[in-house]
């Protein structure tokens, strides 16, 4: 059977759906969708867009759902994943993801994890899936569906309860990158409190543990700047969840000899000097100078001497961290765009040296805000130069972030676009 066949008998099925979910005669569903009862599936099987938007008003269904189902033939929409091979059993499909994702090959690695949910016999496995799944979203940047993959790992019943805890804690930070901070926050300091009770033993707990610290104290960190009048409590609680979880990776990099876990410890030493700037515990002049210096070690991002890994992101979070507090605390504009100068283009270059899209939102969003707060300093029509790189990776950040849209919207309609030779 052809793709056009494929996708005609998908929408047909769709139609189907449709009429009895509504209880509706064929006339009335055409009527609805605004087509000719005897032309709602086309030749090519791809409707136009106004057909799906309606159908998934008589549906009651999101739009990339009515997507999914007529491209793919799977709610979630799957982004064309196959079927799973006959002869492939869970473990080897879940160890062929495993690989896929050391090998940096995210999409073959989401590919095979959704076959190995579909072989999996148990909601363990189910759930071990689901969090494949996840980790392939994370990589390819795209943390909707990395919350949507866990969230379904955690429908399964009768897992682990410390598998359970570790789909919970990446929900949670799933939350957090996507500025869903009710949201991590309260899924964060639910796991914190866990663990007051029932003090983390084995590995996966200590990790899960340490990670929620983090997440809960990034979250309270992020909340300074949208509640400012909240500064102070968002900046003790911050900081005390941010010394924790410094504390906890640094031991588990320490006894597991995983440099990684320091890496993300460094993070948290930078999430703690933004806090104690709220907290009037720390000079914000001294402060900006600090991260200034600490970005001696990452000079030239492509040096094969350079930090990889999560050592390499910290230092480009600490890039973000130098640009919150500019904005909050710097009132001569001079030096607030000479320090924002600095921490933007050194956080796009980690960015894209990492291809790490939640860095990009934030060096975007920093850049453009830099950009306007010059205008309004000036008085001036300063221009705003990208070149066609930078509109491709603002569009990417568009689609991966809905709450950078807008700004981004912004930035493609006041830039002057130059063509690289």
């Known amino acids: 059977m052809d793709q056009a066949e494929q996708r005609r ?33 086309p030749g090519s099987g791809i409707p136009k ?36 091979q006959p002869s492939a059993d869970f473990e080897s499909l879940d160890a062929a993801s495993s690989q896929a994702y050391q090998q940096g090959k995210y999409t073959l690695m989401i590919d095979l994890a959704k076959q190995a949910y579909d072989v999996a016999e148990t909601p363990q496995e189910r759930a ?57 926050g309260a899924v964060a300091q639910g796991l914190v409190n866990w663990f007051k009770e029932n003090p983390a033993e084995s590995v996966r707990d ?29 900046g003790f609680r911050a900081k005390e969840h941010l010394e924790i979880s410094h504390d906890l990776h640094c031991r588990l990099s320490e006894e597991l000899e995983i440099d990684a876990y ?22 914000p002049d001294e402060a900006l100078e600090t991260i200034v210096d600490r970005l001696d070690a990452v000079v030239d991002v492509e040096d094969e001497n350079a930090p990889v890994g999560p050592w390499l992101e910290s230092y480009g979070w600490w890039c973000i961290f130098g640009c919150n507090i500019a904005l909050r605390h710097l009132t001569d504009e001079r030096r607030l765009q000479h320090y924002m100068a600095i921490f933007t283009n050194k956080a796009d270059e980690i960015a894209n040296r990492s291809d790490n899209w939640s860095m990009r939102e934030r060096a975007f969003t920093m850049q453009y805000t830099r950009w306007q707060r010059a205008i309004d300093a000036t008085g001036f029509e300063i221009p705003n130069v990208i070149d066609k ?29 130059v063509r690289n030779n």
């Open 49 to 84: 867009l106004d057909l799906v938007v309606d159908l998934a008003g008589v549906l009651d269904w999101p739009v990339g759902v009515v997507i999914g189902c007529m491209w793919n033939g799977n709610p979630a929409g799957s982004d064309g994943i196959g079927e799973a």
């Open 389 to 417: 790189e930078d509109v491709q990776l603002i569009t990417g950040t568009m689609g991966r972030f809905p709450t950078f849209r807008e700004t981004g919207w912004r930035i493609l309609k006041t830039a002057k676009v």
């Open 262 to 283: 320091s890496g993300i410890g460094n993070t948290c030493k930078g999430g703690i000097i933004e806090a104690e700037v709220e907290l009037d515990q720390r000079d």
């Open 9 to 41: 008998r998908r929408l047909a099925q769709l139609l189907d759906l449709a009429q009895t979910y509504r209880g509706w005669t064929r006339k009335e569903l055409a009527r609805a969708l605004r087509r000719d009862p005897t032309k709602l599936i």
């Open 206 to 234: 200590r990790i899960v543990h340490a990670f929620a610290h983090y997440v809960a104290g990034h979250t309270f960190r992020r909340l300074i700047t949208q509640e400012p009048e909240n500064a102070t409590v968002l």
């Open 128 to 184: 071990r899936a689901c969090n494949r799944q996840a980790g392939g979203w994370d990589g390819l940047g795209r943390y909707s569906k990395l919350r949507d993959a866990v969230q379904l790992g955690l429908q399964e019943r009768s897992i682990s309860p410390d598998f359970r805890r570790m789909l919970q804690v990446n929900l949670a930070n799933a939350y957090y990158t996507l500025w869903s901070l009710t949201e991590s």
